[in-house]
């Protein structure tokens, strides 16, 4: 948005942000494994393609490394006022006011709210939560200072997060059990590190990035509309892939049939 409003020749304007820093979720998640679950290539502005990716799926460091880099580019940084955390606003005489936690307030015509859903980690309200003496986090707030090393460690939920951190922190954990609620669709991910003539050729001739970029944009588009729909081939093939890459690495039939979805795939 701030780019944007440059772009336009709109300069007078600020952002508000309430930590000491960008980034938002990828400030906020340093969980082992972090990354995104859409391509680096598509997952960045169609504006400031970069051209130093080093994973098609990128890890937390690069894609907060890739937002400041774009908030130096394009000078936002004069624009930004942190630690100031916004718990409300009024329309008053034809202006906002809009209030600070810390007792500020600020005065302006135009108001955008662009507060993001995931910075307050939602834990589950289980017996026991306020008396427990064992470490406990959760994923959003990692406690990089517990060594897991030959720890009994259990994890609740088997969603975003977990899929990515459990099989790291299972390289060096005792034991890891996973406390599921529903199965999720799950397969291979195809993900690998570019070669760097890759990255030489895309520095060279950065239209061939854009063209790229596109080109995940068209396939993924097709594909969630194509899964859409309520009875296609498509759903049966992946649904099918699914199911052997569980078979390939589960040998417990019980543990196996927990771990496929009674609900349709996409």
Same mark, same amino acid.
């Given at each position: 948005?701030?780019?944007q409003? %440059?772009?336009k020749?709109?300069?007078? /304007?600020l952002? &508000?942000? #309430?930590?000491?820093?960008?980034?938002?979720?990828?400030?906020?998640?340093?969980?082992?494994?972090?990354?995104?679950?859409?391509?680096? @290539?598509?997952?960045?502005?169609?504006?400031?393609?970069?051209?130093?990716?080093?994973?098609?799926?990128?890890?937390?460091?690069? *894609?907060?490394?890739? +937002?400041?880099?774009?908030?130096?580019?394009?000078?936002?940084?004069?624009?930004?006022? /942190? !630690?100031?955390?916004?718990?409300g606003?009024?329309?008053?005489?034809?202006h906002?006011?809009?209030?600070?936690?810390d007792?500020?307030?600020?005065?302006?015509?135009?108001? *955008?709210?662009?507060?993001?859903?995931?910075?307050?980690?939602? +834990?589950?309200? $289980?017996?026991g %939560?306020d008396?427990?003496?064992?470490?406990h986090f959760?994923?959003?707030?990692?406690?990089?200072?517990?060594d897991?090393?030959?720890?009994?460690?259990?994890?609740?939920?088997?969603?975003?997060? @977990?899929?990515? /951190?459990?099989p790291? +922190?299972?390289?060096e @954990?005792?034991?890891?059990?996973? /406390?599921?609620?529903?199965?999720?669709?799950? =397969?291979? !991910?195809?993900?690998? &590190?570019?070669?760097?003539?890759?990255?030489?050729?895309?520095?060279?001739f950065? $239209?061939?990035?854009?063209?790229?970029? =596109?080109?995940?944009? =068209?396939?993924?588009?097709?594909?969630?509309?194509? &899964?859409? #729909?309520?009875?296609?081939?498509?759903?049966? $093939?992946?649904?099918?892939?699914?199911?052997v890459?569980? #078979?390939?690495?589960?040998?417990?039939?019980? &543990?196996?049939? #927990?771990?496929?979805?009674?609900?349709?795939?996409?």
């Amino acid at each position: 948005m701030g780019i944007q409003l %440059k772009a336009k020749g709109i300069h007078d /304007f600020l952002i &508000l942000e #309430k930590a000491d820093d960008l980034g938002g979720t990828w400030r906020e998640n340093t969980y082992p494994g972090a990354e995104c679950d859409i391509p680096s @290539a598509l997952y960045s502005y169609s504006f400031e393609p970069y051209p130093y990716w080093e994973y098609k799926w990128s890890h937390q460091p690069q *894609i907060l490394e890739y +937002i400041k880099h774009c908030a130096l580019k394009y000078e936002l940084y004069p624009h930004i006022r /942190f !630690k100031h955390t916004f718990i409300g606003a009024s329309w008053n005489n034809n202006h906002w006011e809009v209030y600070l936690e810390d007792g500020q307030t600020y005065h302006t015509r135009t108001l *955008i709210t662009a507060i993001g859903q995931l910075h307050y980690p939602s +834990i589950p309200n $289980f017996r026991g %939560k306020d008396t427990l003496t064992i470490p406990h986090f959760h994923s959003a707030q990692w406690n990089h200072d517990l060594d897991l090393k030959g720890k009994s460690v259990g994890v609740i939920g088997n969603a975003a997060s @977990a899929i990515q /951190f459990v099989p790291q +922190i299972a390289k060096e @954990a005792a034991k890891v059990t996973v /406390f599921q609620r529903s199965a999720n669709w799950m =397969l291979p !991910k195809q993900d690998r &590190l570019y070669r760097n003539w890759e990255k030489s050729l895309v520095r060279r001739f950065p $239209f061939l990035l854009k063209l790229y970029r =596109l080109k995940l944009w =068209l396939l993924g588009g097709a594909l969630f509309l194509m &899964l859409g #729909k309520s009875k296609n081939l498509l759903r049966t $093939f992946y649904q099918w892939r699914s199911r052997v890459f569980i #078979k390939k690495y589960i040998k417990d039939e019980n &543990l196996r049939q #927990k771990l496929i979805p009674t609900y349709p795939l996409g």
